[in-house]
């Protein structure tokens, strides 16, 4: 069965530090999204991909917060400046449509910040 | 205010019973529901999506049940195996937006 591919599986990094979270979504899927969930809390929307252009986010996703497909493959989100409360495990999840269709989910990135 | 709520106190259930979760929520209008099941340390899992025209979904020994009037969905598992032990999530899929609005999930003990 298709999987959505993430990596680092973990990462640790020091306050202030930059940090870039992969994903390879599913190849026939056109829709893309970043989850985040802090230990313990529910699962929270960060972001929605969609024809290279970002289509929704959250007010969590701010100006420290990016998206990038930088080829075919490829879905990236950069942190530009981590905050300790930036550690969270991040899910990047993929779907064939907008609306009405389950999201395939990887199975995250841990980031700790330090 | 808007609200999305799941019993989070853990279910515990003797194998072979019915597991039946709540999923209510207020001040919404949905167009879909979903559920997924998360695992420990793990990405959540899609499992089932109803539409808000829908009262009723199965799939194998899942079913989902939808009422928009009461704003609650009802999640089942029938014949519950050890295996079924997880959080469920339940996810809201708003009209004209593009994300999923998940509650904070019921963890499932399915004891031998």
């Known amino acids: 069965e298709p999987e959505v591919t993430q990596t680092p599986s973990h990462q640790v990094t020091q306050m202030g530090q930059e940090v870039i979270l992969r994903c390879v979504p599913i190849s026939n899927h056109l829709y893309f999204y970043w989850y985040r969930q802090i230990l313990g809390q529910k699962v929270e929307f960060l972001v929605s991909f969609y024809n290279n252009e970002i289509s929704e986010k959250s007010e969590i996703f701010d100006d420290q917060f990016s998206v990038e497909r930088p080829d075919g493959s490829n879905f990236t989100l950069k942190i530009r400046s981590t905050k300790l409360e930036d550690s969270a495990m991040y899910f990047c999840?993929?779907?064939?449509?907008?609306?009405?269709?389950?999201?395939?989910f990887g199975s995250g990135t841990r980031l700790t910040v330090v | 205010s808007q609200k999305i709520e799941q019993n989070s106190e853990a279910l515990n259930i003797q194998e072979g019973k019915t597991a039946t979760l709540t999923c209510n929520y207020t001040?919404?209008?949905?167009?879909?529901l979903q559920w997924y099941r998360q695992d420990p340390g793990r990405g959540p899992v899609f499992l089932l999506l109803i539409r808000e025209n829908e009262k009723e979904k199965r799939k194998e020994r899942l079913k989902v049940t939808f009422d928009t009037t009461l704003k609650q969905s009802l999640f089942h598992i029938t014949a519950s195996q050890p295996a079924d032990s997880a959080t469920y999530l339940c996810?809201?899929?708003?009209?004209?937006?593009?994300?999923?609005?998940f509650g904070q999930g019921t963890t499932l003990q399915v004891k031998p």
């Open positions: 001040n919404y209008s949905p167009a879909y």
């Open positions: 999840a993929s779907s064939e449509a907008a609306r009405g269709r389950g999201y395939t």
């Open positions: 996810a809201l899929d708003i009209h004209n937006t593009g994300k999923l609005i």
